[in-house]
């Protein structure tokens, strides 16, 4: 089993939707959690990070982790075409690993 | 302005050939990477350098060699370009002492014909 799982997508939803993007992982050494966002032809950026169980609320973005069950996802509420790219989760313990990315699409 | 830069941001060049891509940070971190993003956009870490010393070497090909000559810069040099090389490369860094994110530059699109 890989480290860290991602639906690569591409994911179509129309604006104003609701977004959830997950991955799952099997390293329970795995401590921080964060959801990058990188737009076309451009580096990664950070959006999210967490360091425990629970949610985290950043404008129209929420990040969710369930350790127990080795999940976390991130929701875009009210999403927006500016919204569109891929995001891409990431876990941390003593090195950091990247999931595939998940491209997303919004639809004017 | 305070960022990651890499230079060149294209680079296209015949196989066979070695090519250097360059890599600087102005944030004031200890610790700088390199990845390689592939066709189907999976960022995978290459190198890790800490305080100019190699700290992550993942399986990358002897031909890729990494030097840091101070801690703002993080060089990837690359012998006998392959096809199998094209990719967009990512250098980053991050300050130890701080939380896990990392800065990532604009990113080096290699091509190698």
């Known amino acids: 089993q890989k480290e860290v799982e991602q639906d690569p997508g591409p994911l179509s939803v129309p604006e104003g939707a609701i977004v959830s993007l997950n991955c799952t992982y099997s390293?329970?050494?795995?401590?921080?959690f964060m959801w990058y966002r990188q737009y076309s032809r451009k580096g990664p950026e950070l959006l999210m990070y967490t360091y425990s169980s629970g949610n985290k609320e950043d404008g129209r973005f929420t990040a969710q982790v369930d350790k127990s069950s080795k999940y976390i996802s991130l929701f875009i509420r009210d999403s927006q075409p500016s919204d569109s790219a891929t995001y891409l989760c990431a876990l941390a313990h003593d090195k950091i690993i990247f999931g595939k990315g998940t491209r997303l699409h919004i639809l004017p | 302005d305070t960022a990651v830069s890499q230079t060149p941001k294209y680079l296209v060049t015949q196989m066979g050939n070695d090519k250097s891509i360059k890599c600087e940070q102005n944030?004031?971190?200890?610790?700088m990477y390199w990845y390689k993003q592939d066709s189907k956009k999976f960022l995978k870490i290459m190198f890790s350098?800490?305080?100019?010393?190699?700290?992550i070497n993942e399986t990358v090909p002897n031909r890729f060699s990494p030097k840091s000559p101070d801690k703002a810069h993080l060089n990837l040099h690359i012998n006998s370009l392959e096809l199998g090389d094209s990719a967009v490369y990512f250098c980053?860094?991050?300050?130890?002492?701080?939380?896990?994110?990392?800065?990532f530059g604009p990113g080096t699109r290699l091509t190698v014909l």
């Open positions: 350098y800490n305080n100019k010393e190699l700290i």
């Open positions: 390293n329970s050494a795995f401590q921080y």
């Open positions: 944030l004031g971190h200890d610790t």
């Open positions: 980053a860094s991050r300050y130890t002492g701080g939380t896990n994110e990392q800065f």
